[in-house]
């Protein structure tokens, strides 16, 4: 009787396991159009959960103020590449910088000559694409032609003063040993301090443009109890969702799929309503910011504002030519072209690309780069500055010059430009007069 009970029970289990399993095997055909055994479901990737959304190029450091994350990578598009064997992409080094060395470098022997790269985007461009320019005609002089040049970026997007002398003072303090240091400005300076200005930061702050969007990205993390609490199910959900992935793909048995597979999508709904619900969530009033930017010192009209962008601009430069000097390194101010300042004259296609009357720059170069160039001429020089003017030096180039309506160079821009620094640098006093 109870061997006749079992056998009776287990027959009807095993019917029901492969009803069950026929049943699974049809939806699944319905649903994928295909075989379960020999097909598996794929699922798209999650939705990003709030900690992926702080995972950027860029990254908020403690000095620099905006910096790149290492090891992200630069491209250089063929445009601006002297051959086809030109590098197409680069990487940021430990640093965030983009450069093939990491930082402090050291140098292999005494026939190494160190030369530093400080600026902005602007500067940033010259390091790939000017810079191997401007070493070819140094090379020729012949106090460099016994030594290795090694160029050396310290360039980022958006640096102004005084953002440039702080990255040379720390990297002084590393104990970074610098032979020249060629510092190529002024855009940022006027433009995006104007800019700063308007947006409620100082001008001396780094950049609002560059700046803002981490901050409200660290803003927005800033965790309330309630976004604790929404946070710690998002986790927890993306982490079964995960390891939920994992056993669909290992199981071979169609009727476990289904269900799995509805657990899966269930479960799926929980965190996306999850995330929606984090979204609308309040953050942390502004007061409560984990990084401030102080507001403007004092307010001021357009005038004395760019009178103290230029102040602070020719301050920022002494402060790095005195560090150099008293190190026995050369430093060498470049004020950067800009076609809103300039007396060039365009062609009909290189206006449509580099000329923009809606341009949020445009405005601030006009009334900024004559404090700057007058700065430049009475300061700078009587501090004893290597200042030069370069706000003239691409007017005569018939070939288009500039590749955007803000501020950056072609190929022959930054060569243009890089045989106007390699000539300044040996007209001027070093240690290659003696």
């Known amino acids: 009787m109870r061997r006749g009970t079992a056998a009776r029970l287990l027959t009807g289990l095993v019917a029901s396991l492969l009803c069950a399993e026929l049943l699974a095997l049809a939806v699944y055909y319905i649903e994928t159009g295909a075989l379960f055994y020999t097909h598996r479901r794929t699922y798209q990737a999650l939705l990003p959960a709030p900690e992926d959304r702080l995972v950027v190029g860029e990254a908020v450091h403690p000095y620099f103020g905006v910096t790149h994350r290492p090891g992200v990578p630069f491209d250089i598009p063929a445009s601006l590449r002297a051959n086809s064997s030109a590098p197409a992409r680069l990487r940021t080094n430990n640093f965030g910088f983009v450069s093939p060395h990491a930082y402090p470098f050291t ?128 986790f927890g959900d993306r982490r079964r969702l995960t390891a939920l992935t994992g056993r669909i793909a290992a199981n071979r048995i169609a009727a476990v799929d289904f269900v799995l597979d509805r657990y899966y999508r269930w479960l799926l709904d929980r965190y996306t309503r999850a995330l929606g619900r984090f979204a609308t969530l309040p953050s942390n009033p502004p007061e409560n910011r984990l990084i401030q930017a102080t507001p403007p010192v004092a307010p001021k009209d357009r005038a004395a504002l760019f009178a103290e962008i230029a102040d602070l601009w020719a301050r920022s430069s002494t402060l790095m030519h005195e560090m150099l000097e008293a190190r026995s390194a050369v430093y060498v101010h470049v004020l950067q072209p800009n076609q809103y300042f300039t007396g060039r004259r ?89």
């Not at 360039?155 to 002084?172: D, W």
């Not at 303090?173 to 006027?190: A, C, P």
Request: net charge negative; glycine share 8%; charged share 20%.
């Open 107 to 234: 140098g292999t022997g005494d026939r190494q000559f160190l030369v530093g790269l400080f600026g902005g985007s602007v500067g940033l461009w010259f390091c790939q694409v000017g810079a191997p320019r401007m070493v070819e005609q140094l090379a020729r002089h012949p106090f460099f032609r016994a030594r290795e040049i090694v160029p050396l970026c310290f360039s980022h997007e958006g640096y102004k003063q005084p953002q440039q002398a702080l990255v040379l003072a720390y990297f002084l303090s590393r104990g970074q040993r610098l032979d020249l240091v060629v510092n190529l400005d002024g855009f940022n300076d006027v433009a995006l301090g104007a800019l700063n200005d308007e947006r409620g930061f100082d001008a001396s702050m780094p950049s609002v443009q560059h700046l803002d969007p981490l901050i409200d990205l660290v803003n927005q993390s800033a965790l309330t109890p309630q976004k604790l609490d929404t946070l710690a199910a998002i």
């Open 346 to 434: 365009f062609s009909e296609d290189e206006t449509a690309t580099a000329l923009s009357d809606a341009s949020p720059y445009k405005r601030s170069v006009e009334e900024g780069y004559p404090l700057l160039v007058a700065a430049g001429a009475s300061e700078l020089r009587a501090r004893h500055v290597r200042f030069f003017d370069a706000t003239r030096v691409l007017d005569a180039e018939p070939a288009p010059v500039y590749m955007d309506n803000c501020c950056h160079y072609t190929l022959t821009g930054n060569y243009v430009l890089a045989d106007f620094i390699a000539r300044s640098i040996v007209s001027t006093p070093g240690p290659w007069k003696n």
